[in-house]
């Protein structure tokens, strides 16, 4: 855990920042700037708040992509900080569990042996997809996993220089392994322990939902857990179609749910086929990360 | 314009040349956005654009979802001029009244067509990442302690018993993980439960159980189980 008070003064920087910057609006030629945006990023990181660090320079590149709804999502990602900023003026109220997603938005690292008293769900974890983010010579990891019996999701973040991960993962394979959540409104992020790989077991997508699903499912969560980015489901027998270039996905009963993006080269092999997918929803957008055709398996995330 | 378009207008602008103003219209937060306190333009916006960010993604298609009634509730009732910070402090992190209802709606369907809980997959999807009702699905680590529980169970199907089938459930699970505290909170837990876990151990009597027996005995109502099963163990 960092300095206490460094983290404080980082907060009390962070609110005036984000008061000074609204003051002048979001369309000030400043926010243009590189350096606007890494000399405040740079005093977060300095404060020991790396995940507003991360989150500053996410809200950059948001910046600098000018598209139609950029705008919005940097209005969004703003508001959002400034409600992490409320949250911690008030830290000592939270509920234990909020206490903790603040942490882990805070980018505060939990010790391994800090989970050994949480409990644990021993089950054949498949592979559904593994992404990297590598933005400097520090590569981040994200592995999804569910459980075949237990029907868990949790996902599995690593960071390592050079891309040497403590853990490996193959993507379309299944480990058997004793699960740990890191505390949370809503635990996704987790630890797999005594992880042995199963070769030749075949990894499939389950308990496909509908789109009210999701939407059902995913407010709930985002209800107790207020600053979760990735809501993961499975959508079951829908259909990819495409309206003025835009991917959509619709499912039996009718409902259209917008895609951020679908692979072109998987477009041709799967439009309008009954497919299954897997993805992670932000409570605005979808984002496909894997589907399933006839048993076969398409990556579809953005590596 | 809507209130979204009002809120980034002004943040394009800046709060200073373009102040946010109270929402004047039906928008379900209007009530809610009334209270904050305008004097403080980037604030009342930053707030604002929160509390329009939480609502918008607990109640996705615009409408209030009957489900998430209880959060939209308490972002209206909230009369504080720094309103999300109380919600965040307030609102908790559990199921409210009609989650769990919903929650028990098809953890009844699944006592009725199955002799697991939770088989539904929307059920499934819902409760294996909420921790209160996680211990549900915890017979990974261990064997189910109480297979028989569920078959003692079966005839019963309405709501009540459909929530103490959940709620012992999670008791059986905590027993599992940790006997000692379950020892410890025995008095707390109530009667009609505390015997149907005495009775449920039937099954699997091991020495293990013992402890809590014996701590059973003490409490007249489920002393005659208990002294039935140290009986049991004994031979």
Redesign the interface.
């Known amino acids: 855990m960092p300095n206490p008070e460094h983290i404080s003064n980082g907060i009390q920087e962070l609110e005036q920042w ?3 910057l ?7 030629p400043q926010l243009n700037s590189d350096g606007y945006w890494q000399h405040i990023s740079r005093h977060m990181n300095d404060a020991g708040l790396r995940g507003i660090s991360y989150s500053l320079e996410h809200i950059q590149r948001l910046v600098s992509q000018q598209h139609e709804n950029s ?2 999502e940097v ?2 990602r ?3 900080l ?2 992490l900023v ?2 911690y ?2 830290f000592e ?3 234990a ?2 206490q903790a997603d603040l942490e882990q938005q805070f980018g505060f690292t939990t010790r391994q042996t800090d989970l050994k008293d949480e ?5 054949i974890w498949q592979v559904l997809d593994i992404s990297e983010y590598a933005p400097n010579y520090v590569a981040t990891q994200t592995v999804w996993l569910q ?1 075949l ?5 949790a996902y599995i973040q690593q960071s390592a220089v050079s891309r040497n991960y403590a853990d490996t993962f193959d993507t379309n394979q299944c480990y058997h392994g ?1 699960l740990s959540y890191y505390p949370s ?4 992020r987790a630890l797999l322990n005594s992880k042995q790989r199963l070769n030749g077991r075949p990894v499939h997508l389950r ?3 509908s789109i009210d ?1 999701l ?12 600053w979760l980015k990735k809501f993961p ?1 499975t959508l079951g027998k829908v259909q990819l179609h495409y309206q003025d270039s835009q991917p959509n996905l619709i499912d039996q009963a009718g409902n259209r749910l917008p895609l951020v993006y679908f692979p072109g080269n998987m477009r041709y092999r799967l439009e309008k086929e009954t497919i299954d997918v897997f993805g992670s929803y932000d ?2 957008r979808f984002v496909p990360l894997v589907a399933q055709h006839q048993d076969r398996l398409h990556p579809l995330g953005r590596k | 314009m809507d209130l979204s378009r009002l809120l980034l207008s002004s943040a394009l602008l800046g709060s200073r040349r373009r102040p946010l103003a109270p929402p004047n219209h039906d928008h379900p937060l209007a009530e809610l956005l009334n209270q904050l306190d305008y004097g403080q333009p980037a604030r009342s916006l930053l707030v604002s654009a929160a509390l329009m960010l939480i609502y918008e993604k607990t109640a996705p298609t615009g409408q209030p979802l009957q489900a998430d009634q209880g959060t939209l509730d308490q972002l209206l009732e909230n009369k504080q001029s720094a309103a999300i910070l109380d919600w965040l402090g307030e609102h908790p992190p559990a199921l409210n009244a009609r989650q769990l209802s919903r929650l028990l709606e098809y953890a009844l369907q699944d006592s009725l067509l199955s002799d697991r809980l939770p088989l539904h997959p929307l059920n499934q999807a819902f409760a294996v990442q909420q921790p209160a009702w996680r211990a549900m699905l915890l017979k990974p680590v261990h064997d189910d302690p109480f297979p028989a529980y569920f078959a003692l169970q079966r005839s019963e199907t309405d709501m009540t018993n459909a929530l103490s089938d959940l709620i012992l459930r999670e008791y059986a699970a905590q027993y599992v993980s940790s006997p000692q505290s379950v020892a410890e909170g025995w008095p707390s837990i109530p009667i009609d439960n505390r015997c149907a876990i005495l009775e449920a151990l039937l099954s699997q009597l091991t020495e293990h159980d013992r402890p809590l027996l014996e701590l059973a005995l003490a409490d007249p109502l489920s002393a005659p189980i208990a002294q039935r099963l140290l009986a049991l163990l004994a031979t």
Do not use: M
């Open positions: 984000l008061i000074d609204i003051d002048h609006g979001l369309s000030n705008n919005r209005l969004d703003l508001a959002e400034y409600s409320c949250a003026q008030q109220k939270l509920p569990v909020r409990a644990r769900y021993r089950d459980g019996h237990t029907h868990l999701y004793d409104g809503w635990p996704l308990d496909g939902l699903d939407f059902s499912l995913s407010s709930q969560a985002f209800a107790v857990q207020p489901i409570g605005r």
